[in-house]
């Protein structure tokens, strides 16, 4: 079951589980659309992937698969992420 994290990673923006602003890599890293497109370049800076837009879940759903309620919150290290965003950039996340 896809988890549904409650906040961006980065900047703690608050992604409840109907937000159309959630963007998710494919280990379910979940950041907001703002931080994605002007901070990460679309590059997660955990595993070096590509975002999607995460789904929303059916309000009937949510009942039996709440989303999390514990926030994560792990900024990104920029000293670190700078050489993971150089290297994958300009390669698309198919590519990667």
């Keep these: 079951m896809l988890e ?3 906040i961006c990673e980065n900047c703690g923006k608050k992604l409840p589980p ?3 602003e959630a963007m998710i890599c494919t280990f379910e890293c979940t ?3 703002e931080c994605v497109h002007d901070i990460l370049h679309n590059v997660c800076p955990n595993c070096g992937g590509g975002f999607e837009r995460r789904p929303v879940r059916p309000l ?3 009942v039996k ?3 999390k309620q514990e926030p ?3 900024p990104v290290d920029f000293e670190k992420f700078q050489s993971l965003l150089l290297k994958n950039r300009n390669v698309d996340p198919s590519m990667r």
């Design 4 to 6: 549904l994290r409650p």
């Design 18 to 20: 109907n937000s159309t």
């Design 31 to 33: 950041f907001c659309t």
């Design 60 to 62: 009937e759903k949510l």
């Design 65 to 67: 698969n709440p989303p």
């Design 72 to 74: 994560y919150l792990k």
